[in-house]
T-cell receptor
Framework: NAGVTQTPKFRILKIGQSMTLQCTQD?????MYWYRQDPGMGLKLIYY???????DKGEVPNGYNVSRSTTEDFPLRLELAAPSQTSVYFC???????????FGQGTRLTVV | KQEVTQIPAALSVPEGENLVLNCSFT??????LQWFRQDPGKGLTSLLL?????REQTSGRLNASLDKSSGRSTLYIAASQPGDSATYLC?????????????FGQGTTLQVKP
């Protein structure tokens, strides 16, 4: 099984550009999440979804948007990229809210 | 607001030593606690999941305990090996609904020297 797959693995953006980070899972999990990890820090929740068509903000949602049109996919959209969005982004999924979380390999984003 | 703390931030031990990593959280109302391993430049790998009704979980040389009343969890690694070198993260699901939102500590970076 592929688990949680994120693309791209690396990306450099210029200030003001936009991009979409892709996340797909093949485990038929209802719950999906986007986290960011800054150097020396723990992960912080950006957005999450408890099922197709349902999304909600996490701790640090400003500057991001998400959609969940299918169970498998949960893309994260960055509009007007800023240097503060330089980070490593992780997508995760769980079958239910209190079960084991599975993470993708991450997308390392640099905004210059 | 739930906060998760891991001390120490870094730890270096000789191969073969038994060691304990610590995780503390401020609000005892949690659904579960999960320990992860993160290798440099990689994603997170789940090591152990302890439900709020459990006291400990074991997997091979790893044993995780949970004491909700004191807001603490420990990850015990027996007979450490150089391959155990990584960053270890703990995370809790706070008791604010069954949404699975994880609150992470900053991690402990472990180096096991041959």
């Amino acid at each position: 099984n592929a688990g949680v797959t994120q693309t791209p693995k690396f990306r450099i953006l210029k200030i003001g550009q936009s991009m979409t980070l892709q996340c797909t899972q093949d485990m038929n999990h209802n719950y999906m999440y986007w986290y960011r990890q800054d150097p020396g820090m723990g992960l912080k929740l950006i957005y999450y979804s408890v099922g197709a068509g349902i999304t909600d903000k996490g701790e640090v949602p400003n500057g991001y948007n998400v959609s969940r049109s299918t169970t498998e996919d949960f893309p994260l959209r960055l509009e007007l990229a800023a240097p503060s969005q330089t980070s490593v982004y992780f997508c995760a999924s769980t079958r239910q809210g209190t079960t084991e979380a599975f993470f993708g390999q991450g997308t390392r984003l640099t905004v210059v | 607001k739930q906060e998760v703390t891991q001390i120490p931030a870094a730890l270096s031990v000789p191969e073969g030593e038994n060691l304990v990593l610590n995780c503390s959280f401020t609000d005892s109302a949690i659904y579960n606690l999960q320990w992860f391993r993160q290798d440099p430049g990689k994603g997170l790998t789940s090591l152990l999941l302890i439900q709020s009704s459990q006291r400990e979980q074991t997997s091979g040389r790893l044993n995780a305990s949970l004491d909700k009343s004191s807001g603490r969890s420990t990850l015990y690694i027996a007979a450490s090996q150089p391959g155990d070198s990584a960053t270890y993260l703990c995370a809790v699901i706070a008791g604010s609904g069954n949404t699975g939102k994880l609150i992470f500590g900053q991690g402990t970076t472990l180096q096991v020297k041959p």
